[in-house]
């Protein structure tokens, strides 16, 4: 029998292994995972903490370092903290859970772009509204759990924002022009678009509220416009992007409350006697092709949120034992799960209300213009006051990135974190940006098909081509192929769809050029 210490027989022998380095933030981080069972073996900073290590030493000697080494397993390897992750307002909080992922999807994955799907159904009809819409919601599901996956594809190292991913698979330099444009423009896009359809909101609120008995001077849609923006820079004081969790709750819960009051509201009502189903057709065949092409860029806008997903994730603590993505796709799931009861409800109930006498403006301009005197007035104000509520919510957590890259330039030059002033000073310049932006552009059913057009490459293309180029499947294997294909698809459908927005913005500018009354 072997006499040889009871000690001696349980330790393990390591092997030499390098860990992987990172650049991370002082919240924390996740650590290399092991790539094969048999990678247990392998050194840790713990491997010398073992029983024959310790059998010598006194217990409190003893104590300390089994503490440091649960410490060490569950941080998972030494980290090097880049202090400028804690001072810009995407990375400075990293105490997100799943309950914020699920506010925070839930409130920039449904909102306004809502209420104009029924336009799209108008221009492409039952079937091919239904399917575009069902195909769009299941390809963008299955790119925002790559990203979801990617957010730590390489071990010790977190990609905190879309560009950073971008630049991982394409390259520095390839990478910021692919997606720092797209991403911008998503942002300032849909802040332009939500001081327009918040404005549009404030004002009919308000002449439902007043009615007829109203006896002063009513602000101009321009006035509204800036009303609005004002409340918008007011609530973009809050500091970083954990801290506006509760807005996001209030957004989502808005979200939800209006897009089924929405619906219900107009399939209750009698239809217009001079209702039709049949899609809309313009005098010549090319644009009518436009038109359909917009109308598939509406589809297309109305799933947003994917320029938002690494930076919400990048919101949670992660460690080698808890890795950040399984709270995220826990919140992601939940939170899609209530987008698809709200838009295609709202989809299929709008159309199917209106028909292609759908106004341009969606499900609220239609409510307003065809049930204005059938449905109680104190309904129909509160219908628009969430929708306000909602778009107010929405602007911050999209004017984010736009705050975040405005304080990452100055720390990157100053080396500090901005002031109070200076942070105030960006968030005021965007808001007022987005506002004249909006004054010029007034065209929200136009607008949301070009942006559809112009950012479809973050939600739909570039997941699929991060995964070939970080995860390398084997070359000409069917996954290569399938993901190559679905990019190469979305890179082709972003094209046409911003053909159409262009047609149609330039079609609605000259007719409000030359035919609008003097």
Request: with cysteine; hydrophobic share 50%.
């Amino acid at each position: 029998m072997d006499e040889r210490p009871e000690t001696e027989l349980i330790s393990i022998p390591a092997t030499p292994r390098v860990s992987t380095p990172e650049i991370l933030t002082p919240s924390g981080q996740r650590s290399p995972r092991p790539a094969t069972k048999s990678s247990s073996a392998a050194w840790t900073p713990t491997s010398f903490i073992s029983p024959r290590f310790l059998s010598p030493i006194g217990t409190p000697m003893k104590r300390v370092l089994v503490n440091m080494k649960g410490y060490l397993e569950e941080v998972g390897h030494l980290t090097k903290l880049n202090p400028q992750d804690a001072w810009l307002p995407i990375t400075e909080s990293r105490n997100g859970n799943a309950h914020y992922a699920a506010f925070h999807n839930l409130n920039a994955g449904v909102g306004f772009q809502a209420l104009v799907l029924p336009v799209a159904f108008a221009f492409l009809g039952w079937s091919w509204g239904i399917l575009s819409l069902t195909i769009a919601y299941i390809w963008q599901l299955y790119t925002l759990w790559i990203l979801v996956q990617l957010h730590e594809a390489v071990p010790g190292k977190r990609y905190n924002r879309y560009v950073e991913l971008a630049q991982a698979a394409f390259g520095e330099r390839l990478g910021v022009w692919l997606a720092l444009f797209p991403t911008v423009y998503l942002s300032a896009g849909t802040a332009t678009a939500l001081i327009l359809i918040g404005g549009e909101t404030m004002k009919l609120f308000f002449q439902i509220v007043c009615g007829p008995l109203c006896t002063s001077n009513p602000l101009t849609t321009v006035e509204w416009y800036l009303v609005f923006t004002s409340l918008c820079i007011v609530l973009s004081q809050l500091p970083n992007l954990n801290s506006i969790a509760g807005l996001s709750l209030i957004g989502a819960v808005t979200a939800i409350t209006y897009s089924t009051m929405v619906w219900v509201l107009s399939v209750s009502q009698p239809r217009p006697a001079t209702i039709s189903y049949e899609p809309l057709s313009m005098p010549s065949v090319s644009g009518s092709l436009f038109s359909v092409l917009n109308a598939l860029g509406i589809v297309a806008f109305a799933f947003r949120g994917h320029n938002l997903v690494l930076e919400i994730q990048s919101t949670m603590p992660s460690t080698f034992k808890h890795p950040a993505h399984v709270p995220m796709w826990r919140g992601a799931k939940v939170a899609y799960f209530f987008i698809a009861l709200c838009i295609f409800p709202i989809s299929i109930g709008g159309f199917w209300a209106y028909g292609n006498l759908m106004p341009q403006g969606g499900m609220l301009a239609a409510l307003y213009a065809f049930h204005i005197h059938d449905i109680p007035r104190g309904l129909l104000a509160t219908a628009f006051l969430l929708v306000v509520f909602n778009c107010l919510s929405s602007f911050q957590i999209y004017s984010m990135p736009a705050f975040d890259s405005f304080e990452a330039g100055y720390t990157s030059r100053t080396n500090k974190p901005c002031s109070i002033w200076v942070r105030s000073g960006f968030r005021v310049f965007f808001g007022f940006v987005s506002f004249f932006i909006g004054v010029a552009l007034p065209f929200l059913s136009s607008l949301a098909g070009l942006l559809g057009g112009l950012t479809l490459p973050v939600t739909f293309a570039y997941p699929c081509f991060m995964w070939v180029l970080i995860k390398k499947p084997a070359k000409y294997s069917f996954n290569w192929y399938f993901h190559w294909g679905l990019g190469w698809l979305g890179v082709a459908f972003s094209l046409a769809f911003s053909i159409g927005g262009i047609w149609s913005m330039v079609t609605q500018g000259l007719k409000l050029k030359f035919f609008s009354p003097n």
